[in-house]
C-alpha cells in the first residue's frame, strides 16, 4: 500500500503531537488556510486517535495521517479513526503486513540501505527516512539514494526550516516532515496566528 500517489501533492507535512483533541480541529483549520493539505497526527499521546477523527469529520479537506505507528494493532485503530494514511518510524512484516490487509496506504521509515530495499521489494516507493539529521542528513540521503532511483523519501527528525528548503532541492525527496510549524509551547497556548505564520512559510517551501 504505497503512498505514493495518494501523497503526491504534499511537499511540507506536519508532524503533529496532540495533547489537548479539542485543539485539533482548529488547528486542521489554521493549517489549511496556510495552505498545508496534509497533517500527521502521531500516536503518542492519549489525546491523538479522537483528534485524527475530529479532523477527519469536521475538516475534510485535510489529508489527515497517523504517525509513530509502531505495531499491527495501530492499523485498524487509526483507520477506524479515518486516518487516510499512516507513517511509521520503522517497518516490520506484520505492521506491513496489517496495513496491506487493511488498505491502509503507509510511508514506512527506513534508514540503510537494506530496510529501503527490503521495503522497495515488498512495493513502497515512498519511505520515511528517519531519524534524517542524525541518521547522516543530507550527505548521507544523497549517497543512500542515488543507487536506489526508484525510491522517494520523507525526512522527518530534526528538520528546521532551513534544512527543509535544502532537503526539497534534492531530487528523491518528495517532502518533508516537520514539527516546526506547530511547536509545542504554541499549540500549548491555542496561538493559532502565530502557527498559520510558520504554516504559510512552510507552504512556500513546496511551491
Not at 503533529?16 to 483549520?29: E, S
Not at 469536521?58 to 507513517?87: E, I, N, T, W, Y
Not at 520515511?128 to 523519501?153: M, T
Amino acid at each position: 500500500m504505497d503512498a505514493s500517489s495518494l501523497l503526491a501533492g504534499a511537499r511540507v507535512i506536519p508532524v503533529v503531537v496532540i495533547q489537548d483533541a479539542n485543539k485539533a480541529v482548529p488547528l486542521a483549520r489554521c493549517l489549511a488556510g496556510a495552505g498545508l493539505e496534509s497533517i500527521e497526527v502521531t500516536l503518542r499521546t492519549a489525546a491523538a486517535l479522537d483528534a485524527i477523527a475530529r479532523i477527519a469529520a469536521d475538516v475534510p479537506k485535510m489529508l489527515v495521517g497517523a504517525g509513530s505507528l509502531r505495531k499491527a494493532a495501530h492499523v485498524a485503530d487509526v483507520q477506524k479513526a479515518g486516518a487516510r494514511f499512516a507513517v511509521a518510524p520503522g517497518a516490520t512484516d506484520k505492521l506491513l503486513d496489517a496495513a496491506e490487509a487493511a488498505g491502509m496506504p503507509m510511508v514506512p521509515g527506513a534508514a540503510t540501505a537494506s530496510e529501503m530495499m527490503h521495503l522497495f521489494e515488498r512495493g513502497y516507493l515512498l519511505q520515511k527516512f528517519f531519524p534524517a539529521e542524525l541518521a547522516g542528513g543530507i550527505p548521507y540521503l544523497k549517497a543512500v539514494g542515488a543507487p536506489l532511483p526508484e525510491l522517494r523519501f520523507v525526512p522527518t527528525g530534526g528538520i528546521s526550516v532551513e534544512l527543509a528548503k535544502a532537503y526539497l532541492a534534492l531530487a528523491h525527496v518528495a517532502a518533508v516532515g516537520g514539527s516546526w510549524i506547530t511547536p509545542k509551547s504554541l499549540l500549548d497556548a491555542g496561538d493559532f496566528d502565530a502557527i498559520a505564520c510558520l504554516a504559510a512559510d512552510a507552504a512556500r517551501l513546496g511551491m
